[in-house]
């Protein structure tokens, strides 16, 4: 299913393309330039700040709640912390349930998700429940997931996102110590586990589903799905003899990311800041891997300083020459 040339942005490049093919007229031409670069309108100002000053202030709120309680601690009774708390969460979930799918709503509902935290840290430490720290992730993840389901706001599912992975990460800090190559199998099952979440938004977001339009979600999660990877692919390199099947395996889950990387962008007619963050993967890989090389090799310091300066500029500016190539090779080309 390849996207629709009407769906595409409307770029200088794409229209300077499209001028060269004598698809637009000269007249036409400008005219597309100049919608394409004027300056947003008054209203769509108004909703961007709106929209800001919004979420901010729902942070702003969020963390005087975790401050409030961290210094009122000492004086609050018990069943102070808890009513307070509850009383916050319920007055945000009725906001959100009156406000229904505007901005207002989804931010009040997104703040009594995060509530729910806070709510089950007070409750631990005022009964001492003696649950280890990732229980408290878990179960704030799974207790959120109905609005995260229902809510059709993809911040929410970051935040789901978030919790699932802090939670498998004490999870494999406190009971997995009897495990060898604990990172590497830590990296692994993060990088499957994010990127299985960024495949299914892309899927769903090619299937036209409307909420999932926007991109820069897909993008957050590319960097959680290739970060672990790399670093254990880095791992492998500069390892001499204990390489292990885990960083192997993560090498492997990375080129095959950046390959997913460049076909998504391809299919997308312009994804360029996944192809950089594919490209500065790449350039890590190849910079990681010549290092070492000269490193083992016994060369000294300057001939390794001679060698790798070069080699950095030299794979900047290919880097650079490739993704304004990309650039251009998809503005016209696929579309026509």
Request: proline residues 4%; negative net charge; contains cysteine.
């Amino acid at each position: 299913m390849t996207k629709d040339f009407l769906d595409l942005e409307a770029t200088p490049e794409r229209l300077h393309a499209l001028a060269d093919a004598r698809i637009l007229s000269p007249d036409a031409y400008g005219r597309a330039l100049n919608l394409a670069v004027a300056s947003p309108s008054r209203s769509a100002w108004h909703a961007f700040v709106a929209m800001t000053l919004m979420a901010l202030g729902s942070l702003l709120v969020l963390a005087g709640v975790v401050y409030f309680f961290a210094y009122n601690w000492a004086e609050l009774g018990r069943f102070a912390k808890l009513g307070l708390i509850a009383l916050a969460i319920t007055g945000t979930a009725v906001g959100a349930w009156r406000l229904g799918d505007r901005p207002a709503g989804q931010f009040a509902l997104l703040a009594s998700a995060v509530l729910v935290g806070p709510l089950l840290a007070v409750y631990g430490q005022t009964y001492q429940t003696g649950a280890d720290p990732y229980e408290l992730f878990i179960g704030w993840g799974a207790l959120i997931l109905p609005w995260v389901a229902l809510a059709r706001f993809t911040p929410l599912w970051l935040l789901q996102l978030v919790l699932v992975n802090t939670g498998v990460i004490l999870f494999w800090g406190q009971r997995m110590d009897g495990l060898g190559s604990r990172e590497g199998l830590l990296a692994l099952l993060l990088g499957a586990l994010n990127g299985f979440a960024w495949a299914t938004y892309e899927h769903f977001a090619n299937l036209k589903v409307p909420w999932l339009q926007g991109r820069w979600l897909p993008r957050v999660l590319s960097l959680m799905t290739v970060t672990p990877l790399l670093g254990m692919a880095l791992l492998f390199i500069l390892s001499d003899s204990d390489r292990s099947i885990e960083s192997g395996l993560s090498l492997l889950l990375l080129l095959a990311a950046l390959g997913g990387i460049y076909a998504l962008h391809r299919h997308l007619h312009g994804e360029l800041f996944l192809l950089t963050v594919g490209a500065l993967c790449a350039m890590t890989l190849v910079t990681t891997a010549v290092g070492y090389f000269l490193i083992k090799a016994s060369m000294p310091e300057e001939i390794v300083l001679l060698v790798m300066t070069p080699l950095v500029i030299g794979e900047m500016a290919l880097s650079v020459t490739w993704l304004r190539h990309e650039s251009h090779a998809t503005g016209v080309t696929e579309e026509t």
